[in-house]
């Protein structure tokens, strides 16, 4: 019976192979035409997307719905929204706008603040327009998230895409912190002097403060038990298709506030097995955000020293020379790996100019510290593309790297699109690489329940089989 099934194990393999390869030859066949490209991915299963923004993955089209059904206000002259009409003359409701005809081209002007839609590379810079998006569809943005994340979900699921870790839990805390005040400027100070045991001790202290202010119970009744709620009445989980949701701090607020984020942050992901990391997130290069960089690395060094098993994934190296200064190319990944000791990192754009790369790449790839890469969103807002990209350098060190959207929505993209460009861009990478980079996505993904990982794992290997039998079918 054991040589039977041996036998029988060795056999499947071998026919597994035989479909693998059988892909491998027709997608280098393929490798230059766009139009097979995309057939050829929006059939293959793609795992998981790891790096992915709720709010910047929603289409305009379903923003803009919302605030007509709503019959929002609209400023024609700034091209902003309101539910409630603000002082001045040039704010009009979307019906009267309906009435008098004219809807159609402030719903075009609204497709141009709210994505990426027309713009010519030209009149506006690429990276500004894009964070201003957020601002700009903010009011609508957490109207109708029954309906955003069913949106995600259903879109997934006819991309061939299994598993989705959203950047989602953001837990606005109303905790008073004015007694506290005078923390931001010790903080500051130790920034200054990079003390890292003064900064520590005094991150102790004010955790036990924003303990007793009732921190946990902002996690609980403003996170977790909503999103618990939510995620079970919608059905999110199918035999088809799994989300997570990441928790997150915003890096351009002052020092003490952001500390009291990333508690209730890591507060949630720790308590709940549906928040399963946290994140940091808002432009790395705003002034606050570059100011207080190393400030949150020790944050996140801290939060983790008090909730060991939380793992977290930083932006970092989302950077180009000409975005900053070049001095500030030289640390950002090397802080978010040695210092913050991130499980992930998003982007890692500015590898090349990090201080001390090559060993910085080994220690990541020995470490098992995985990048997300975001292809068009590099393009887009960085202007970094081709060999300026450094998923190669990435590759040469056996770096792991995950495939991943960003936001899909603001960009007019999806995750095939992803695997299309890195196909057409770098021929270097075969199709097991590509292979490879999607089983990453869920092996470094944060799901908690080792049951679910491994039920997603077996279900990913029967979708390729399924897939790479269909490419051989068409190639007869």
């Excluded at 997130?281 to 207080?292: F, G, H, S, T, Y």
């Excluded at 092996?443 to 908690?448: A, M, N, W």
Aim: aromatic content about 12%.
């Amino acid at each position: 019976m054991t040589t039977r099934i041996l036998v029988t194990f060795l056999l499947f393999l071998k026919i597994n192979f035989s479909f693998s390869q059988s892909a491998a030859t027709y997608f280098e066949r393929i490798r230059n035409d766009e139009a097979s490209l995309t057939a050829f991915f929006t059939q293959m299963p793609k795992g998981g997307d790891l790096h992915h923004h709720y709010n910047g993955s929603i289409y305009a089209e379903s923003y803009i719905d919302y605030a007509i059904s709503k019959d929002y206000f609209i400023n024609k002259k700034t091209i902003k929204i309101s539910e409630q009409k603000p002082s001045g003359d040039d704010w009009a409701r979307l019906s009267e706008l309906k009435a008098e005809g004219t809807l159609p081209e402030y719903k075009q002007k609204l497709f141009q603040k709210w994505s990426i839609k027309d713009y010519n590379h030209i009149d506006y810079p690429s990276d500004k327009l894009f964070f201003e998006t957020f601002s700009y569809f903010g009011p609508v943005s957490r109207a109708e998230v029954d309906k955003g994340l069913l949106e995600i979900k259903n879109r997934a699921k006819k991309e061939n895409v299994s598993y989705i870790e959203t950047l989602f839990a953001y837990a606005p805390c109303t905790i008073n912190l004015s007694d506290l005040a005078s923390s931001t400027t010790a903080l500051r100070n130790y920034q200054t002097t990079k003390d890292t045991v003064s900064c520590l001790r005094l991150l102790d202290s004010l955790y036990t403060q924003l303990q007793t202010k009732g921190i946990r119970e902002c996690a609980t009744n403003v996170i977790n038990q909503p999103l618990t709620k939510l995620h079970n009445e919608l059905k999110i989980d199918d035999s088809q298709f799994t989300m997570r949701y990441q928790s997150y701090v915003v890096r351009t607020v002052e020092p003490l506030d952001a500390f009291k984020s990333m508690v209730v942050a890591f507060e949630s992901a720790a308590a709940s097995p549906l928040v399963v990391g946290v994140n940091i997130a808002a432009p790395e290069d705003n002034e606050v955000a570059l100011k207080d960089y190393w400030l949150h690395m020790v944050m996140f060094n801290y939060c983790h020293s008090k909730y060991p098993t939380v793992k977290y994934t930083l932006h970092a190296g989302e950077l180009t020379l000409g975005l900053v200064k070049p001095e500030e190319l030289t640390w950002h990944i090397n802080a978010a790996v040695y210092l913050a000791g991130a499980n992930r990192i998003g982007h890692g754009v500015d590898i090349a100019h990090e201080a001390n790369c090559y060993d910085l790449l080994r220690y990541m790839s020995k470490q098992k510290v995985a990048v997300e890469i975001n292809l068009f969103s590099n393009e887009f807002i960085l202007k970094v593309k081709d060999d300026k990209h450094p998923i190669s350098l990435y590759k040469e060190f056996n770096v792991p790297m995950v495939i991943c959207s960003d936001d899909a929505g603001v960009l007019r993209t999806n995750l095939t699109d992803q695997f299309v460009l890195l196909a057409k861009r770098y021929k270097h990478i075969s199709y097991e690489n590509i292979k490879k980079f999607v089983f990453n996505s869920i092996e470094y993904s944060f799901i908690k329940e080792e049951a679910i990982k491994k039920a997603l794992h077996a279900d990913l290997t029967q979708r390729f089989t399924k897939f790479e039998k269909a490419i051989l079918s068409i190639q007869r």
